[in-house]
């Protein structure tokens, strides 16, 4: 896998707020998005794929998901959520 210095900074920082992180992986809105990605196949399997480096099929996920009004007002809002709680 190949990191970047940003990303790792990114790392470090989710790590250190891991009260946030937490909060934010137990909303509703994150339970939501977390089983339309469910109905459109195997997160486990994507997550898997991507921590060894290829993201594609996560990313294609996401990206379904994202072409739906919900989808894309749940990505906007978690992305609110995590902005405001410094992530």
């Known amino acids: 896998m ?9 790392m470090v920082k ?5 009260g ?3 909060q934010l992986l137990q909303s509703e809105d994150t339970k ?3 089983q339309l ?7 486990q399997n994507a ?3 991507a921590a060894k480096g290829d993201s594609a099929q996560l990313m294609g996920m996401m990206q379904q998901l994202m072409s739906t009004q919900e989808g ?3 990505v906007e ?4 959520q995590a902005q405001e709680k410094g992530l």
């Open 77 to 80: 809002r978690i992305t609110k």
């Open 2 to 10: 190949n990191s970047t210095p940003q990303d790792m900074g990114q």
């Open 47 to 49: 997550a898997q794929a």
């Open 32 to 34: 939501r998005m977390m």
């Open 37 to 43: 990605l469910q109905s459109r196949g195997s997160v």
């Open 20 to 22: 946030a992180v937490k």
């Open 14 to 18: 989710l790590l250190g707020n891991s």
């Open 72 to 74: 894309a007002q749940l």
